[in-house]
């Protein structure tokens, strides 16, 4: 019995229905009925290669599990434009080295879930905005590097999970109607700070266009917090 790849050896035991095994020789893998050289990367997923010496029959997640993003900033109800092309999140990297956003998900506790299909690196000290639509004409002027789709985010509430490859969670935020002020993102006071607390984020202040406060991918700019709003914040003077 052979699998008729080159890259393999094939060995066989018993002489009634005998057992074999097909062992991919050193330098290459032996994925999905094909010859792979050692290092060769996944056709979709850029962390995931060719690692003879860890499996020679499946792809070696070669980023591992990532460093902690943080979930700096979002855009839930976006008022002058559309939801569904208007909001977004910001990811903030505090670390020392660029981490890889494709393979990682974001999802609520409900029903929205998406995983990033594509590579997105996050330089160290980096912001970048990942959002419903990436065209500036329509989203309010955001720049976003990769779209989001079956994922939305709730006016009134929702949650924010981010999840690595392996499916553990690296950040969440948990809000409600008390802090949306339509055409205003919410924005984390600083990104050491513990985001799960209610006041250490704030109503962005930086006006991005007519109406409309928020500063993806920059740094945020918080002199209201959530916590003290009974009405919307005054817009800054143009």
């Known amino acids: 019995e052979t699998d008729g790849l080159s890259c393999?050896?094939?060995?066989?035991?018993?002489?009634?229905?005998?057992?074999?095994r097909f062992d991919a020789v050193a330098g290459y893998c032996a994925i999905?009925?094909?010859?792979?050289?050692?290092?060769?990367?996944?056709?979709?997923?850029?962390?995931?290669?060719?690692?003879?010496?860890?499996?020679?029959?499946?792809w070696t997640d070669q980023c591992g599990a990532q460093p902690r993003l943080v979930i700096t900033e979002f855009m839930a109800n976006p008022n002058t434009v559309a939801d569904s092309v208007g909001e977004?999140?910001?990811l903030f990297n505090p670390t020392a080295a660029p981490i890889e956003l494709q393979g990682m998900t974001l999802k609520d506790l409900d029903v929205d879930?998406?995983?990033?299909?594509?590579?997105?690196?996050?330089?160290?000290?980096?912001y970048v905005g990942v959002g419903r639509s990436d065209d500036r004409s329509v989203n309010g002027n955001v720049g976003i590097v990769y779209t989001l789709d079956h994922y939305a985010l709730g006016n009134f509430g929702d949650e924010i999970l981010l999840l690595d490859?392996?499916?553990?969670?690296?950040?969440?935020v948990v809000f409600d109607s008390s802090w949306i002020v339509p055409g205003s993102s919410c924005a984390l006071r600083s990104p050491t700070s513990d985001n799960s607390q209610l006041a250490n984020w704030c109503v962005s202040s930086k006006l991005w266009v007519s109406g409309v406060n928020r500063?993806?991918?920059?740094?945020?700019?918080?002199?209201?917090?959530?916590?003290?709003?009974?009405?919307?914040?005054?817009?800054?003077?143009?």
């Open 8 to 20: 393999t050896t094939d060995t066989c035991v018993g002489i009634s229905g005998p057992k074999c």
């Open 32 to 58: 999905d009925n094909a010859c792979l050289l050692d290092g060769s990367r996944h056709p979709t997923w850029s962390c995931l290669a060719c690692d003879n010496a860890t499996s020679g029959h499946g």
């Open 88 to 90: 977004w999140i910001e």
């Open 113 to 126: 879930s998406h995983v990033i299909a594509k590579s997105v690196v996050v330089a160290p000290g980096a």
């Open 165 to 172: 490859r392996q499916g553990n969670e690296l950040d969440r």
């Open 215 to 238: 500063s993806p991918g920059q740094a945020n700019q918080c002199p209201t917090p959530v916590s003290d709003l009974n009405h919307p914040p005054r817009r800054p003077q143009q």
